[in-house]
């Protein structure tokens, strides 16, 4: 079972690491003024929309917006800290704020994916959205990492027994001690 914690938390540091760039070179260009990247990022970004069919992050709806102005307020510090955690291994008071970080992703993930997949897309105009089942599909698979995993670390912050803290001398916590027990 160890073994299968150390791989998750692997597999969670490739997360956090990899999520700092995407974050700060893709994602914020759906907030922030185009003068404040190189052109190379903005032709990234563009054939990313071009490629996927992902008009939100050119012209991403107020909802849209807010999600990723909380990724760049509250996520983007906290990728550092649960990457060195990880990385670390084992590192029990990286549970609450690691429990806090997937259940605020993974809920914020559903209404994308159901855009995604229920929202008619205009065909026509500069960026136009998925209009195939395949397209749909194809867009979702970008998204889907970031409600997965979220829900992986959620479920190992849970139940792993490396991140569950054990009160000593069995089922006696604070309350029994107050008792006099």
């Keep these: 079972m160890a073994a299968c914690t150390r791989f998750l938390e692997w597999v969670f ?3 956090f690491a990899s999520h700092i760039p ?3 070179f893709i994602d914020l260009q759906a907030l922030l ?3 404040v990247y190189p052109q190379s990022l903005k032709d990234l970004l563009k054939w990313y929309v071009q490629t996927y069919k ?9 909802w849209f917006k807010s999600f990723i ?5 509250l996520q ?3 990728f550092p800290v649960a990457a060195y955690a990880f990385y670390k291994g084992n590192c029990r008071w990286i549970r609450t704020p690691a429990i806090i970080y997937s259940t605020h992703v993974a809920t914020s993930l559903i209404p994308i994916l159901g855009h995604t997949l229920f929202h008619k897309f205009p065909k026509d105009g500069m960026f136009p959205g998925p209009q195939t089942l395949r397209e749909r599909v194809a867009l979702m698979g970008i998204y889907i990492p970031y409600l997965v995993i979220p829900i992986l670390i959620l479920l190992t912050m849970l139940y792993s027994k490396a991140y569950n803290i054990q009160v000593r001398g069995g089922k006696g916590g604070s309350m029994d001690k107050k008792k006099g027990k």
């Design 22 to 24: 995407i974050t700060v």
């Design 33 to 35: 003024p185009s003068n």
């Design 76 to 78: 983007l510090p906290f």
């Design 13 to 15: 540091f490739l997360y």
């Design 54 to 62: 992902d008009p939100m992050m050119m012209n991403p709806p107020s």
């Design 69 to 73: 102005f909380c990724e760049a307020i």
